[in-house]
């Protein structure tokens, strides 16, 4: 849709608290690459070699779980094929024949990274893995991961690969924690789960950060093979802020989590700058009145240092009620693109001294 090129100046806000910050340019961690990045917003706060493709081993795992809770029922049994029991590597050692609940599986596969639980979920889900593996490279496109290729469910990379990078799997990291079921997996320490045949299984959780590393973490998934070396993505909430932290090819990944946590949480805030609500705009020149329908917030270093704008793009024309994009800006840089709508005014019909009377009389209307 096109827009009209005029930028209207909302608001100037400038954060003024004073506290002394380390710059990102002094951090270092082992990881080969990896990022930081704001949950609500997408906002990054570190990065080193975010667009570098590489192996990423088991946090594949976080595609195919979000994948198949959007997809399926997750109460419905899940049977065990050959294929699956034949899978290689980390496994929940699935028995041929018997039947485990979808949501079994998913904690199956996000707490123990079970390679059968993959493969039997996307049999399921997809009808066959490569149906399944065609679902994963649509959803990733369709959030925006535009660096990523998939051809198995699991992170396998002897016969077939998965490549990604740093930034993509932080944007599908962002994208699952926004659904409460995927939160509630990733975020459980141990899982029980019994199958139609009376077979129980107990999982408890790999990721170390998870189960009381880190007193902040929320969740997160692990991963290795030979190739992908260590793969870890972990999201952390302190206070009214939470992060996501991604690192391939780790050397020291749990201390490079916590150290780019404690960099974000103690370097940065949420700042709210606009109310869900009508907005108000200086050198109006619209009739309408101007309303978001969610608040705006930013995250903005705590020293001081940043400037946050905001500016009114408006479309030429309309869209239904959208009339336009809010933009957030950063020291001049966009961040954020917020729907802007105009506020609709009830219509009251006209009525005539003469029907107000008979309305009156017929108890509709009171004078």
């Known amino acids: 849709m096109k827009k009209i090129k005029i930028l209207l100046t909302i608001a100037i806000f400038v954060v003024l608290l004073a506290n002394d910050s380390n710059g990102v340019s002094a951090m270092e961690i082992s990881s080969q690459c990896g990022i930081l990045m704001e949950q609500s917003t997408g906002r990054v706060l570190y990065e080193k070699c975010p667009d570098d493709q590489m192996y990423i081993a088991s946090i594949t795992k976080i595609l195919t779980t979000i994948v198949a809770i959007e997809n399926a029922n997750l109460d419905e049994w899940v049977e065990i094929s050959d294929n699956v029991t034949r899978q290689v590597g980390s496994a929940l050692y699935l028995t041929l024949g018997d039947q485990v609940k979808l949501i079994d599986l998913l904690y199956g596969l996000m707490l123990r990274s079970g390679n059968d639980a993959a493969m039997a979920i ?14 994963m490279n649509d959803k990733a496109k369709e ?10 469910p699991s992170g396998l990379d002897e016969t077939t690969y998965n490549l990604s990078t ?6 599908i990291m962002q994208y699952a924690m926004n659904n409460p079921i995927f939160r509630e997996i990733t975020g459980t320490e141990t899982h029980k789960a019994t199958t139609k045949n009376g077979m129980t299984y107990v999982w408890h959780n790999k990721h170390k950060l998870v189960t009381g590393y880190y007193e902040y973490a929320i969740g997160g998934k692990t991963g290795f093979t030979k190739q992908a070396r260590r793969t870890l993505v972990t999201s952390a909430r302190k206070d009214d802020m939470e992060l996501v932290v991604v690192t391939l090819k780790a050397g020291d990944d749990w201390n490079d989590h916590m150290n780019l ?3 974000g949480f103690d ?7 606009i109310e869900p609500g009508e907005i108000q705009v200086s050198n109006q020149t619209l009739s309408n009145k101007l309303y978001v329908e969610k608040m705006v917030n930013v995250i903005v270093k705590k020293d001081g240092s940043e400037k946050v704008t905001t500016n009114l793009s408006l479309y030429k024309k309309a869209k239904d009620n959208e009339v336009g994009l809010l933009q957030v800006l950063i020291n001049g840089e966009i961040q954020q693109e917020i729907p802007v709508y105009k506020a609709i005014t009830p219509k009251v019909e006209s009525q005539s001294w003469f029907d107000k009377l008979i309305n009156w009389f017929t108890g509709a209307v009171s004078f």
């Open 143 to 152: 959030i925006g991961m535009t660096n990523s290729v998939f051809q198995n």
């Open 261 to 263: 946590f404690n960099y």
């Open 122 to 135: 996307a049999e399921f889900v997809g009808g066959d893995e490569a149906s399944f593996v065609k679902m």
């Open 267 to 273: 370097n940065y805030q949420v700042q709210t700058i």
């Open 166 to 171: 740093a930034r993509d799997m932080a944007i």
